[in-house]
RNA sequence: CGGGCUGUAGCGCAGGGGCUAGCGCACUGCGUUCGGGACGCAGGGGUCGGUGGUUCGAAUCCACUCAGCCCGACCA
Protein backbone atom coordinates (compact mmCIF):
# COMPACT_ATOMS: atom_id res chain seq x y z
CA UNK A 1 0.00 0.00 0.00
CA UNK A 2 2.84 2.43 0.40
CA UNK A 3 4.43 1.66 -2.50
CA UNK A 4 7.94 3.27 -3.15
CA UNK A 5 6.74 6.78 -1.25
CA UNK A 6 8.55 7.52 2.08
CA UNK A 7 6.54 10.74 3.00
CA UNK A 8 2.86 9.27 4.03
CA UNK A 9 1.53 9.94 7.25
CA UNK A 10 3.47 7.73 10.24
CA UNK A 11 0.95 9.33 12.50
CA UNK A 12 2.94 11.18 14.53
CA UNK A 13 2.85 14.72 14.29
CA UNK A 14 5.75 16.85 14.88
CA UNK A 15 5.97 20.13 15.86
CA UNK A 16 7.59 21.64 12.78
CA UNK A 17 4.76 20.81 10.40
CA UNK A 18 1.84 20.72 12.48
CA UNK A 19 -0.46 20.29 9.40
CA UNK A 20 -1.68 18.10 6.82
CA UNK A 21 1.35 15.72 7.75
CA UNK A 22 -1.24 13.07 6.37
CA UNK A 23 -0.93 14.32 2.90
CA UNK A 24 2.22 14.17 0.91
CA UNK A 25 3.74 17.41 -0.44
CA UNK A 26 2.46 18.24 -4.31
CA UNK A 27 6.59 19.12 -4.86
CA UNK A 28 8.09 15.86 -3.57
CA UNK A 29 5.16 13.24 -5.22
CA UNK A 30 2.32 14.81 -7.31
CA UNK A 31 0.78 11.51 -8.15
CA UNK A 32 0.40 10.43 -4.40
CA UNK A 33 -0.44 13.83 -2.84
CA UNK A 34 -3.20 13.43 -5.40
CA UNK A 35 -3.90 9.42 -4.00
CA UNK A 36 -3.78 11.41 -0.52
CA UNK A 37 -6.39 13.75 -0.99
CA UNK A 38 -9.05 11.40 -2.29
CA UNK A 39 -8.10 8.94 0.65
CA UNK A 40 -7.92 11.51 3.72
CA UNK A 41 -10.55 13.57 2.56
CA UNK A 42 -12.80 10.67 2.66
CA UNK A 43 -13.99 10.98 -1.11
CA UNK A 44 -13.51 7.57 -2.30
CA UNK A 45 -11.80 4.24 -1.40
CA UNK A 46 -10.49 1.14 -3.07
CA UNK A 47 -12.79 -1.88 -3.60
CA UNK A 48 -12.15 -5.36 -3.02
CA UNK A 49 -12.32 -5.39 -7.78
CA UNK A 50 -9.25 -4.25 -9.27
CA UNK A 51 -9.89 -0.97 -11.00
CA UNK A 52 -12.84 -0.37 -9.26
CA UNK A 53 -13.56 2.88 -6.60
CA UNK A 54 -16.28 3.27 -4.17
CA UNK A 55 -17.19 6.99 -3.93
CA UNK A 56 -17.51 7.59 -0.05
CA UNK A 57 -20.38 9.76 1.39
CA UNK A 58 -18.08 13.10 0.79
CA UNK A 59 -17.43 12.11 -2.40
CA UNK A 60 -20.90 11.44 -3.60
CA UNK A 61 -21.95 14.25 -2.06
CA UNK A 62 -19.86 16.52 -4.49
CA UNK A 63 -20.93 14.27 -7.05
CA UNK A 64 -24.67 15.05 -6.44
CA UNK A 65 -23.50 19.12 -6.62
CA UNK A 66 -22.47 18.52 -9.47
CA UNK A 67 -25.59 16.51 -10.95
CA UNK A 68 -27.86 18.68 -9.86
CA UNK A 69 -26.59 21.46 -11.51
CA UNK A 70 -26.05 20.04 -14.95
CA UNK A 71 -29.37 18.25 -14.37
CA UNK A 72 -30.63 20.97 -14.33
CA UNK A 73 -28.91 23.08 -17.21
CA UNK A 74 -29.71 20.17 -19.54
CA UNK A 75 -33.78 20.24 -18.64
CA UNK A 76 -33.12 24.32 -19.06
CA UNK A 77 -31.83 23.33 -22.94
CA UNK A 78 -35.06 21.25 -23.11
CA UNK A 79 -33.75 17.71 -22.58
CA UNK A 80 -35.19 14.88 -20.32
CA UNK A 81 -33.84 11.98 -19.03
CA UNK A 82 -34.19 8.56 -19.32
CA UNK A 83 -32.75 5.17 -19.21
CA UNK A 84 -31.62 2.48 -20.80
CA UNK A 85 -30.21 -0.96 -20.16
CA UNK A 86 -26.45 -1.99 -18.46
CA UNK A 87 -26.58 -4.88 -20.57
CA UNK A 88 -26.44 -4.45 -24.77
CA UNK A 89 -26.34 -7.05 -27.07
CA UNK A 90 -23.09 -8.09 -28.15
CA UNK A 91 -24.11 -7.76 -32.16
CA UNK A 92 -25.17 -3.92 -31.66
CA UNK A 93 -22.05 -2.79 -30.52
CA UNK A 94 -20.68 -4.57 -33.34
CA UNK A 95 -23.32 -2.42 -35.86
CA UNK A 96 -21.22 0.95 -36.20
CA UNK A 97 -17.39 -0.25 -37.80
CA UNK A 98 -15.33 2.40 -36.01
CA UNK A 99 -17.10 2.34 -32.90
CA UNK A 100 -16.48 -1.27 -32.48
CA UNK A 101 -12.72 -1.16 -33.24
CA UNK A 102 -12.70 1.68 -30.51
CA UNK A 103 -14.08 -0.04 -27.85
CA UNK A 104 -13.65 -3.69 -28.34
CA UNK A 105 -10.29 -3.86 -26.17
CA UNK A 106 -12.36 -2.33 -23.17
CA UNK A 107 -15.30 -4.68 -23.15
CA UNK A 108 -17.03 -6.35 -20.19
CA UNK A 109 -18.63 -9.21 -21.85
CA UNK A 110 -21.17 -11.52 -19.83
CA UNK A 111 -21.43 -15.02 -21.56
CA UNK A 112 -23.14 -16.99 -18.55
CA UNK A 113 -26.38 -16.52 -17.06
CA UNK A 114 -28.92 -18.15 -15.01
CA UNK A 115 -26.33 -20.87 -14.61
CA UNK A 116 -26.82 -21.35 -18.64
CA UNK A 117 -24.53 -20.07 -21.37
CA UNK A 118 -26.31 -17.52 -23.12
CA UNK A 119 -26.82 -17.62 -26.78
CA UNK A 120 -25.75 -14.23 -27.66
CA UNK A 121 -23.11 -12.90 -25.58
CA UNK A 122 -24.34 -9.08 -23.35
CA UNK A 123 -21.30 -6.24 -23.60
CA UNK A 124 -21.81 -4.37 -20.26
CA UNK A 125 -22.68 -0.63 -21.17
CA UNK A 126 -19.30 1.21 -22.05
CA UNK A 127 -21.43 3.94 -23.50
CA UNK A 128 -25.05 3.79 -24.64
CA UNK A 129 -25.00 4.67 -28.26
CA UNK A 130 -25.80 1.69 -29.59
CA UNK A 131 -28.71 0.58 -27.32
CA UNK A 132 -30.33 3.89 -27.57
CA UNK A 133 -30.22 4.15 -31.57
CA UNK A 134 -31.45 0.41 -31.62
CA UNK A 135 -34.65 2.37 -30.00
CA UNK A 136 -34.73 5.58 -31.44
CA UNK A 137 -35.28 3.47 -34.61
CA UNK A 138 -39.02 2.53 -32.80
CA UNK A 139 -39.37 6.23 -31.62
CA UNK A 140 -38.97 8.28 -35.20
CA UNK A 141 -40.96 8.02 -37.83
CA UNK A 142 -41.88 11.75 -39.05
CA UNK A 143 -39.74 14.99 -38.79
CA UNK A 144 -42.40 15.80 -36.07
CA UNK A 145 -40.72 13.27 -33.85
CA UNK A 146 -37.39 15.52 -33.63
CA UNK A 147 -35.61 16.65 -32.46
CA UNK A 148 -35.39 13.95 -29.58
CA UNK A 149 -33.57 15.43 -26.78
CA UNK A 150 -32.59 12.55 -23.72
CA UNK A 151 -30.55 12.06 -21.65
CA UNK A 152 -29.26 9.64 -19.34
CA UNK A 153 -27.35 9.37 -15.72
CA UNK A 154 -25.88 6.15 -15.22
CA UNK A 155 -22.64 4.14 -14.74
CA UNK A 156 -20.82 2.74 -17.50
CA UNK A 157 -17.40 0.38 -17.86
CA UNK A 158 -14.15 0.20 -19.55
CA UNK A 159 -11.75 -2.49 -18.86
CA UNK A 160 -8.51 -0.36 -18.16
CA UNK A 161 -5.05 -1.63 -17.99
CA UNK A 162 -4.22 1.37 -15.96
CA UNK A 163 -6.42 2.81 -13.45
CA UNK A 164 -6.72 6.06 -11.45
CA UNK A 165 -9.32 7.37 -8.83
CA UNK A 166 -11.75 9.22 -10.46
CA UNK A 167 -9.86 10.16 -13.22
CA UNK A 168 -9.48 6.42 -14.90
CA UNK A 169 -11.63 3.87 -13.14
CA UNK A 170 -12.48 0.25 -14.75
CA UNK A 171 -16.92 1.40 -13.94
CA UNK A 172 -17.83 5.26 -13.62
CA UNK A 173 -20.30 7.90 -13.03
CA UNK A 174 -21.81 9.89 -15.93
CA UNK A 175 -24.10 11.29 -17.84
CA UNK A 176 -24.91 10.61 -21.48
CA UNK A 177 -27.10 12.96 -23.63
CA UNK A 178 -28.33 11.20 -26.98
CA UNK A 179 -29.98 13.58 -29.14
CA UNK A 180 -31.06 13.12 -32.97
CA UNK A 181 -32.06 16.23 -35.20
CA UNK A 182 -33.59 16.44 -38.78
CA UNK A 183 -30.54 18.64 -39.96
CA UNK A 184 -27.09 18.49 -40.14
CA UNK A 185 -26.90 22.35 -38.97
CA UNK A 186 -29.48 21.36 -35.90
CA UNK A 187 -27.31 18.28 -34.66
CA UNK A 188 -24.00 20.75 -35.27
CA UNK A 189 -25.80 23.65 -32.95
CA UNK A 190 -26.49 21.02 -30.40
CA UNK A 191 -23.25 20.00 -30.41
CA UNK A 192 -21.70 23.21 -29.32
CA UNK A 193 -24.66 24.33 -27.69
CA UNK A 194 -23.82 21.36 -24.91
CA UNK A 195 -20.08 21.92 -25.56
CA UNK A 196 -21.12 25.67 -23.98
CA UNK A 197 -23.20 23.93 -21.01
CA UNK A 198 -20.53 22.18 -20.26
CA UNK A 199 -17.76 25.37 -20.63
CA UNK A 200 -19.90 27.15 -18.22
CA UNK A 201 -20.47 24.79 -15.60
CA UNK A 202 -16.68 24.07 -15.64
CA UNK A 203 -15.82 27.93 -15.67
CA UNK A 204 -18.74 29.43 -13.37
CA UNK A 205 -19.45 26.28 -11.01
CA UNK A 206 -15.79 24.37 -10.22
CA UNK A 207 -14.51 27.51 -11.03
CA UNK A 208 -12.07 25.72 -13.52
CA UNK A 209 -10.88 27.55 -16.51
CA UNK A 210 -10.92 24.90 -19.92
CA UNK A 211 -10.25 25.58 -23.73
CA UNK A 212 -12.60 24.16 -25.86
CA UNK A 213 -11.63 23.26 -29.24
CA UNK A 214 -12.34 19.83 -31.60
CA UNK A 215 -10.47 16.70 -31.61
CA UNK A 216 -7.57 15.72 -34.10
CA UNK A 217 -9.00 12.20 -36.13
CA UNK A 218 -6.83 10.39 -34.01
CA UNK A 219 -8.17 11.70 -30.16
CA UNK A 220 -12.11 11.62 -31.51
CA UNK A 221 -15.16 9.24 -30.11
CA UNK A 222 -14.90 6.40 -32.15
CA UNK A 223 -18.40 6.72 -34.26
CA UNK A 224 -18.40 10.40 -34.05
CA UNK A 225 -17.79 12.29 -37.20
CA UNK A 226 -16.13 15.49 -35.04
CA UNK A 227 -15.61 15.22 -31.48
CA UNK A 228 -15.44 18.50 -29.31
CA UNK A 229 -13.79 18.42 -26.16
CA UNK A 230 -12.85 20.39 -22.75
CA UNK A 231 -9.43 20.30 -21.95
CA UNK A 232 -8.60 21.92 -18.18
CA UNK A 233 -4.62 22.53 -17.31
CA UNK A 234 -3.96 20.78 -13.91
CA UNK A 235 -1.52 21.69 -11.41
CA UNK A 236 1.44 19.96 -12.85
CA UNK A 237 0.57 21.56 -16.07
CA UNK A 238 -0.88 18.36 -17.52
CA UNK A 239 -4.05 18.36 -19.66
CA UNK A 240 -7.48 16.95 -17.97
CA UNK A 241 -9.86 15.79 -20.71
CA UNK A 242 -13.08 17.14 -18.63
CA UNK A 243 -15.90 16.53 -21.08
CA UNK A 244 -16.87 16.01 -25.00
CA UNK A 245 -19.70 16.96 -27.22
CA UNK A 246 -19.72 14.97 -30.68
CA UNK A 247 -21.51 15.11 -33.82
CA UNK A 248 -22.22 11.93 -34.68
CA UNK A 249 -23.73 12.75 -38.19
CA UNK A 250 -25.64 10.00 -39.32
CA UNK A 251 -23.29 7.03 -38.57
CA UNK A 252 -25.59 5.87 -35.84
CA UNK A 253 -28.70 6.44 -37.71
CA UNK A 254 -27.44 4.37 -40.75
CA UNK A 255 -26.04 1.76 -38.65
CA UNK A 256 -29.13 1.44 -36.97
CA UNK A 257 -31.59 2.35 -39.66
CA UNK A 258 -33.13 5.19 -38.37
CA UNK A 259 -35.27 7.15 -41.01
CA UNK A 260 -37.76 9.52 -40.99
CA UNK A 261 -40.17 11.47 -43.19
CA UNK A 262 -39.34 14.73 -44.01
CA UNK A 263 -42.19 17.85 -43.89
CA UNK A 264 -41.83 17.61 -47.88
CA UNK A 265 -42.47 13.96 -48.00
CA UNK A 266 -38.98 12.54 -48.57
CA UNK A 267 -37.05 9.80 -46.22
CA UNK A 268 -33.44 10.69 -44.71
CA UNK A 269 -31.29 9.26 -42.09
CA UNK A 270 -31.58 11.68 -38.84
CA UNK A 271 -28.66 13.55 -37.55
CA UNK A 272 -27.28 12.53 -34.16
CA UNK A 273 -25.03 13.92 -31.14
CA UNK A 274 -23.96 12.79 -27.78
CA UNK A 275 -22.25 14.36 -25.24
CA UNK A 276 -21.09 13.27 -21.56
CA UNK A 277 -18.94 13.96 -18.09
CA UNK A 278 -18.15 12.13 -15.53
CA UNK A 279 -16.88 11.32 -11.87
CA UNK A 280 -13.62 12.26 -13.61
CA UNK A 281 -14.64 16.11 -12.85
CA UNK A 282 -14.08 15.08 -9.39
CA UNK A 283 -10.39 14.41 -10.15
CA UNK A 284 -10.46 17.68 -12.34
CA UNK A 285 -11.63 19.95 -9.39
CA UNK A 286 -9.15 18.44 -6.81
CA UNK A 287 -6.17 18.85 -9.59
CA UNK A 288 -7.21 22.32 -10.26
CA UNK A 289 -7.94 23.89 -6.91
CA UNK A 290 -6.55 21.41 -3.65
CA UNK A 291 -3.58 22.37 -2.19
CA UNK A 292 -0.83 20.54 0.75
CA UNK A 293 -3.46 21.02 3.21
CA UNK A 294 -5.73 19.03 1.56
CA UNK A 295 -9.19 19.26 -0.48
CA UNK A 296 -10.81 23.20 -2.03
CA UNK A 297 -13.88 22.57 -3.32
CA UNK A 298 -15.04 25.74 -4.70
CA UNK A 299 -18.26 27.37 -2.57
CA UNK A 300 -20.83 26.62 -5.40
CA UNK A 301 -20.21 22.73 -5.50
CA UNK A 302 -19.64 22.44 -1.86
CA UNK A 303 -21.91 20.30 -0.10
CA UNK A 304 -21.23 22.03 3.18
CA UNK A 305 -20.32 25.79 2.79
CA UNK A 306 -19.33 26.63 6.13
CA UNK A 307 -18.30 24.86 9.70
CA UNK A 308 -18.47 26.88 13.21
CA UNK A 309 -16.16 25.06 15.23
CA UNK A 310 -16.52 26.43 18.63
CA UNK A 311 -13.61 26.74 21.54
CA UNK A 312 -14.33 26.27 24.85
CA UNK A 313 -13.26 24.95 28.12
CA UNK A 314 -15.47 23.25 30.35
CA UNK A 315 -15.83 26.15 32.63
CA UNK A 316 -17.45 28.69 29.83
CA UNK A 317 -18.51 25.53 27.28
CA UNK A 318 -22.34 26.60 27.97
CA UNK A 319 -21.88 30.33 27.35
CA UNK A 320 -19.58 29.79 24.19
CA UNK A 321 -21.36 26.75 22.73
CA UNK A 322 -25.18 29.19 23.07
CA UNK A 323 -23.47 31.92 21.07
CA UNK A 324 -22.23 29.23 18.57
CA UNK A 325 -25.62 27.98 17.96
CA UNK A 326 -27.24 31.70 17.78
CA UNK A 327 -24.20 32.24 14.83
CA UNK A 328 -25.66 28.92 13.45
CA UNK A 329 -29.33 29.20 13.45
CA UNK A 330 -28.77 33.01 11.71
CA UNK A 331 -26.37 31.38 9.18
CA UNK A 332 -28.25 28.43 8.41
CA UNK A 333 -30.72 30.76 6.71
CA UNK A 334 -29.03 31.10 3.91
CA UNK A 335 -25.52 29.06 4.10
CA UNK A 336 -25.12 25.30 4.21
CA UNK A 337 -23.23 25.18 7.56
CA UNK A 338 -22.52 23.02 10.14
CA UNK A 339 -21.24 23.01 14.01
CA UNK A 340 -18.14 20.77 15.00
CA UNK A 341 -19.41 20.43 18.79
CA UNK A 342 -16.99 17.65 19.55
CA UNK A 343 -15.44 17.63 22.64
CA UNK A 344 -12.35 15.04 22.42
CA UNK A 345 -10.98 16.86 19.48
CA UNK A 346 -8.90 20.26 19.99
CA UNK A 347 -9.93 22.94 17.91
CA UNK A 348 -6.52 23.26 16.23
CA UNK A 349 -7.01 19.25 15.26
CA UNK A 350 -10.59 20.43 13.48
CA UNK A 351 -9.26 23.44 11.84
CA UNK A 352 -6.82 20.55 9.99
CA UNK A 353 -9.73 18.30 9.20
CA UNK A 354 -12.36 20.86 8.18
CA UNK A 355 -9.58 21.94 6.09
CA UNK A 356 -8.39 18.90 4.91
CA UNK A 357 -11.85 18.12 3.47
CA UNK A 358 -12.40 21.14 1.90
CA UNK A 359 -15.13 23.60 3.43
CA UNK A 360 -14.37 27.06 1.89
CA UNK A 361 -14.96 28.81 5.54
CA UNK A 362 -14.36 28.51 8.57
CA UNK A 363 -16.13 30.33 11.53
CA UNK A 364 -14.03 30.20 15.02
CA UNK A 365 -15.99 31.36 17.62
CA UNK A 366 -14.66 31.16 20.88
CA UNK A 367 -14.84 33.20 24.61
CA UNK A 368 -13.24 36.90 23.30
CA UNK A 369 -15.45 36.59 20.28
CA UNK A 370 -18.46 35.55 21.91
CA UNK A 371 -17.72 38.18 24.67
CA UNK A 372 -17.60 40.92 22.10
CA UNK A 373 -20.64 39.06 19.93
CA UNK A 374 -17.81 38.56 16.96
CA UNK A 375 -16.65 35.37 15.34
CA UNK A 376 -13.34 34.79 12.97
CA UNK A 377 -13.97 33.83 9.06
CA UNK A 378 -11.01 31.82 8.10
CA UNK A 379 -10.89 31.27 4.00
CA UNK A 380 -10.25 28.03 3.09
CA UNK A 381 -8.45 29.52 -0.10
CA UNK A 382 -5.78 31.66 1.50
CA UNK A 383 -5.97 31.09 5.03
CA UNK A 384 -6.91 34.65 5.57
CA UNK A 385 -8.69 35.66 8.74
CA UNK A 386 -11.09 38.05 9.70
CA UNK A 387 -13.05 39.06 11.99
CA UNK A 388 -16.14 39.97 11.86
CA UNK A 389 -19.32 41.39 13.89
CA UNK A 390 -22.33 38.95 14.90
CA UNK A 391 -25.15 40.87 13.11
CA UNK A 392 -22.67 40.90 9.97
CA UNK A 393 -21.70 37.59 9.53
CA UNK A 394 -23.86 35.49 7.05
CA UNK A 395 -23.85 38.68 4.98
CA UNK A 396 -19.83 38.44 5.45
CA UNK A 397 -20.13 34.72 4.95
CA UNK A 398 -22.00 35.00 1.49
CA UNK A 399 -19.72 37.81 0.31
CA UNK A 400 -16.80 35.70 1.20
CA UNK A 401 -18.13 32.48 -0.40
CA UNK A 402 -18.50 34.44 -3.40
CA UNK A 403 -15.40 35.71 -3.75
CA UNK A 404 -13.60 32.34 -3.17
CA UNK A 405 -15.52 30.97 -6.30
CA UNK A 406 -14.50 33.80 -8.14
CA UNK A 407 -10.48 33.43 -6.77
CA UNK A 408 -10.33 30.01 -7.19
CA UNK A 409 -11.19 30.34 -10.46
CA UNK A 410 -8.66 33.93 -11.02
CA UNK A 411 -5.32 31.55 -9.34
CA UNK A 412 -6.84 28.60 -11.91
CA UNK A 413 -7.00 31.77 -14.74
CA UNK A 414 -3.03 32.68 -14.06
CA UNK A 415 -1.96 29.59 -13.77
CA UNK A 416 -3.30 28.46 -17.16
CA UNK A 417 -2.22 31.62 -18.63
CA UNK A 418 1.32 31.67 -17.33
CA UNK A 419 1.58 27.91 -18.37
CA UNK A 420 0.40 28.46 -22.18
CA UNK A 421 2.85 29.13 -24.66
CA UNK A 422 2.71 30.21 -28.26
CA UNK A 423 5.69 28.52 -29.71
CA UNK A 424 6.80 28.44 -33.40
CA UNK A 425 10.09 26.10 -33.45
CA UNK A 426 9.97 22.92 -32.90
CA UNK A 427 12.99 22.89 -31.03
CA UNK A 428 11.10 24.97 -28.15
CA UNK A 429 8.42 22.75 -28.45
CA UNK A 430 10.91 19.76 -27.45
CA UNK A 431 12.68 21.67 -25.01
CA UNK A 432 9.25 23.23 -23.48
CA UNK A 433 7.92 19.30 -22.53
CA UNK A 434 11.32 18.33 -21.86
CA UNK A 435 10.94 20.78 -18.65
CA UNK A 436 8.19 22.14 -17.02
CA UNK A 437 5.75 21.11 -19.57
CA UNK A 438 2.44 23.40 -20.12
CA UNK A 439 -0.01 23.74 -23.09
CA UNK A 440 1.67 24.65 -26.42
CA UNK A 441 -0.57 26.57 -29.66
CA UNK A 442 1.44 25.73 -32.57
CA UNK A 443 0.68 25.25 -36.05
CA UNK A 444 -0.31 21.85 -37.19
CA UNK A 445 -0.51 21.42 -41.22
CA UNK A 446 -2.60 18.88 -40.25
CA UNK A 447 -0.95 15.09 -41.02
CA UNK A 448 -1.27 12.73 -38.11
CA UNK A 449 2.55 11.73 -39.51
CA UNK A 450 3.30 15.02 -37.42
CA UNK A 451 1.50 14.61 -34.75
CA UNK A 452 2.80 10.99 -34.18
CA UNK A 453 5.98 12.18 -34.59
CA UNK A 454 5.50 15.09 -32.17
CA UNK A 455 4.05 12.24 -29.75
CA UNK A 456 6.83 10.39 -29.84
CA UNK A 457 8.81 12.79 -28.83
CA UNK A 458 7.57 14.69 -26.66
CA UNK A 459 4.44 12.55 -25.14
CA UNK A 460 2.42 15.90 -25.53
CA UNK A 461 -0.79 15.14 -28.24
CA UNK A 462 -3.11 17.59 -29.49
CA UNK A 463 -5.88 17.94 -26.95
CA UNK A 464 -7.52 20.51 -29.38
CA UNK A 465 -7.68 22.40 -32.17
CA UNK A 466 -8.54 26.23 -31.72
CA UNK A 467 -12.02 27.20 -33.87
CA UNK A 468 -9.02 29.34 -35.43
CA UNK A 469 -7.40 29.59 -38.89
CA UNK A 470 -3.74 30.32 -39.40
CA UNK A 471 -2.42 33.06 -40.13
CA UNK A 472 -1.36 33.45 -43.64
CA UNK A 473 2.45 32.19 -44.14
CA UNK A 474 2.31 29.94 -40.98
CA UNK A 475 4.24 26.87 -41.04
CA UNK A 476 3.55 22.98 -39.24
CA UNK A 477 6.04 23.28 -36.47
CA UNK A 478 6.95 19.62 -36.92
CA UNK A 479 7.07 19.79 -40.81
CA UNK A 480 7.43 23.10 -41.99
CA UNK A 481 5.17 22.69 -44.84
CA UNK A 482 1.93 25.21 -44.86
CA UNK A 483 -0.29 24.96 -41.71
CA UNK A 484 -3.87 24.54 -41.40
CA UNK A 485 -4.50 24.29 -37.89
CA UNK A 486 -4.18 26.17 -34.85
CA UNK A 487 -3.46 23.27 -32.67
CA UNK A 488 -2.80 22.88 -28.40
CA UNK A 489 -0.37 20.25 -27.77
CA UNK A 490 -0.04 19.26 -24.50
CA UNK A 491 1.05 16.02 -22.08
CA UNK A 492 -2.17 14.36 -20.69
CA UNK A 493 -4.11 12.46 -17.80
C1' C B 1 0.12 -6.11 -20.77
C1' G B 2 5.88 -5.30 -19.52
C1' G B 3 9.64 -3.30 -15.69
C1' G B 4 10.30 -1.68 -10.53
C1' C B 5 8.57 -1.21 -5.38
C1' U B 6 5.17 -2.83 -1.48
C1' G B 7 1.43 -5.94 1.39
C1' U B 8 2.30 -7.66 9.46
C1' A B 9 -3.90 -4.19 14.23
C1' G B 10 -8.10 1.09 11.37
C1' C B 11 -3.36 4.09 9.63
C1' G B 12 2.18 4.43 9.52
C1' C B 13 5.98 0.94 10.49
C1' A B 14 9.57 -2.77 13.14
C1' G B 15 10.53 -8.03 13.37
C1' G B 16 13.39 -11.98 8.42
C1' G B 17 13.18 -20.36 10.41
C1' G B 18 12.15 -21.46 17.24
C1' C B 19 8.30 -20.54 23.02
C1' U B 20 2.86 -15.72 24.16
C1' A B 21 4.25 -11.07 17.09
C1' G B 22 5.86 -5.61 18.76
C1' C B 23 6.02 0.11 18.55
C1' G B 24 3.66 4.97 17.44
C1' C B 25 -0.86 7.08 16.12
C1' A B 26 -5.99 6.03 15.92
C1' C B 27 -10.03 3.46 18.82
C1' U B 28 -12.95 2.45 23.96
C1' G B 29 -13.67 4.13 29.33
C1' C B 30 -12.62 7.81 33.24
C1' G B 31 -10.44 12.50 34.53
C1' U B 32 -7.88 17.00 33.29
C1' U B 33 -7.34 20.15 28.79
C1' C B 34 -9.13 23.32 24.58
C1' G B 35 -7.67 30.57 19.91
C1' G B 36 -3.41 25.84 14.72
C1' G B 37 -3.30 18.42 15.21
C1' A B 38 -3.27 18.52 24.29
C1' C B 39 -2.22 14.99 28.54
C1' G B 40 -2.62 11.07 32.48
C1' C B 41 -4.41 6.31 33.92
C1' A B 42 -6.90 1.84 32.41
C1' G B 43 -8.43 -1.15 28.15
C1' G B 44 -9.91 -3.57 23.31
C1' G B 45 -8.14 -4.96 18.70
C1' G B 46 -3.90 -9.75 14.51
C1' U B 47 -6.32 -16.40 10.04
C1' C B 48 1.25 -11.55 9.38
C1' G B 49 -2.88 -10.24 1.50
C1' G B 50 -4.39 -15.42 -0.43
C1' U B 51 -3.22 -20.54 -2.02
C1' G B 52 0.15 -24.37 -2.32
C1' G B 53 4.99 -26.21 -1.10
C1' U B 54 9.96 -26.97 1.80
C1' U B 55 10.66 -28.06 7.17
C1' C B 56 10.23 -31.30 13.48
C1' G B 57 8.64 -26.08 13.27
C1' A B 58 6.99 -20.60 8.43
C1' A B 59 5.00 -13.77 9.45
C1' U B 60 10.15 -15.26 8.19
C1' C B 61 12.46 -19.71 2.76
C1' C B 62 10.25 -21.19 -2.34
C1' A B 63 6.34 -21.14 -6.22
C1' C B 64 1.95 -19.33 -7.84
C1' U B 65 -1.81 -15.78 -7.16
C1' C B 66 -4.49 -11.20 -5.62
C1' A B 67 -4.21 -6.02 -4.57
C1' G B 68 -1.89 -1.05 -4.33
C1' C B 69 1.79 2.61 -5.88
C1' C B 70 5.64 4.37 -9.50
C1' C B 71 7.50 4.06 -14.73
C1' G B 72 6.23 2.40 -19.69
C1' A B 73 2.66 0.34 -23.63
C1' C B 74 -2.56 1.04 -24.32
C1' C B 75 -6.70 4.21 -23.55
C1' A B 76 -14.05 8.38 -25.42
Keep these: MTGNNKNRYNGTPNNEDTMAERITPRKENYSQWYVDIVIQAKLADYSPVKGCMVIRPRGYALWEKMQQTLDRMFKETGHQNAYFPLLIPESFIKREAEHIEGFSPELAIVTHAGGEKLEEPLVL ?197 GYAREVLSAMKQEIRVEIDEDEQNSPGWKFSEWEMVGVPLRVEIGPRDMEARKVVLVRRDTGEKIPVAGEEVTR ?7 DIQQSLFERARKFREENYHRLDTYKDLR ?62 Y
Design 125 to 321: RPTSETIIWSMYKKWIQSYRDLPLLINQWANVLRWEKRTRMFLRTTEFLWQEGHTAHSSEEEAREETLRMLEVYRDFAENYMAMPVLTGIKSESEKFAGAVNTYSLEAMMQDRKALQAGTSHFLGQNFAKAFDVTYQTAEGSIDHVWATSWGVSTRLIGALIMTHSDDKGLIIPPKLAPIEGVIIPIFKSSNKEEVL
Design 396 to 402: TAKALLD
Design 431 to 492: KLFESEGGFVEAHWCGDPDCEGKIKDDTKATIRVLLDRKPVDGAVCIACSKPASQVAVFSKA
